[in-house]
């Protein structure tokens, strides 16, 4: 079946570096676009960055800009997000999701279980 | 950048019908999708381009969009549908997507 499993998640202090990664099944990766969104602890859904099929484009929420990396390795079928600099404010809950399209963004169809990320001295 | 607004939470009996609105500037230009997030698990799709329905989600679920406001629509609510509600779109001028803050939906 479609399936997305996150991994990578912990306890990172302040400063710090983090990387997750999104394994997909059941599909044909190299035709979607690919997200990352997070909810921070009893907040709403707030989108991250997204990945074009071919890795080509990538855009990012301006609260990540520089210090987030996406990206994807279509060979194994497993997106990343490459997190520097971490602050106390990335504390969230981070969900992978499959877009509904390969190129331009949509919309998100197939969602993982999440990761969790604690940023904390 | 673009802001969608939705109401904190509402209330609604079994049985009858919920109408979770999403405000935007000129949303009815955009494509709306919503996402159903149970207490502990991950969003789901619900509707996607403002009225079709992903195989699997019932019937009682349903879209529209027009003007400044986006709808989603649940008749004859069941204790099951009791959850948070978030609307979305991608923005294509800040090339950023976005979500709005969500609706808590509690069946009485």
């Known amino acids: 079946q479609v399936q997305l499993v996150e991994s990578g998640g912990g306890v990172v202090q302040p400063g710090r570096s983090l990387r997750l990664s999104c394994a997909a099944s059941g599909f044909s990766f190299i035709n979607y676009a690919m997200h990352w969104v997070r909810q921070a602890p009893g907040k709403g859904l707030e989108w991250v960055a997204v990945v074009s099929f071919d890795g080509g484009t990538k855009y990012y929420v301006d609260s990540v800009k520089g210090r987030f990396t996406i990206s994807r390795d279509n060979s194994k079928k497993t997106m990343y997000l490459q997190m520097n600099s971490l602050r106390a404010e990335d504390t969230a809950v981070y969900y992978c999701?499959?877009?509904?399209?390969?190129?331009?963004?949509?919309?998100?169809?197939?969602w993982g279980q999440g990761t969790t990320v604690t940023v904390s001295s | 950048s673009y802001v969608l607004t939705q109401p904190p939470s509402m209330s609604v009996a079994p049985g009858k019908t919920a109408r979770i609105t999403c405000g935007g500037n000129?949303?009815?230009?955009?494509?709306v999708h919503w996402y159903q997030q149970r207490p502990g698990q991950a969003p789901v799709l619900v509707i996607y381009y403002d009225t079709d329905r992903p195989s699997g989600i019932p019937e009682r679920f349903s879209g529209s969009n027009s003007g400044n406001t986006a709808t989603l629509t649940i008749s004859r609510i069941e204790a099951g549908d009791e959850a948070d509600y978030y609307c979305q779109v991608w923005d294509a001028s800040s090339t950023h997507l976005v979500f709005g803050g969500g609706t808590k939906l509690s069946v009485l």
């Open positions: 000129n949303i009815g230009s955009k494509s």
């Open positions: 999701a499959r877009d509904l399209h390969g190129g331009w963004p949509v919309g998100m169809d197939v």
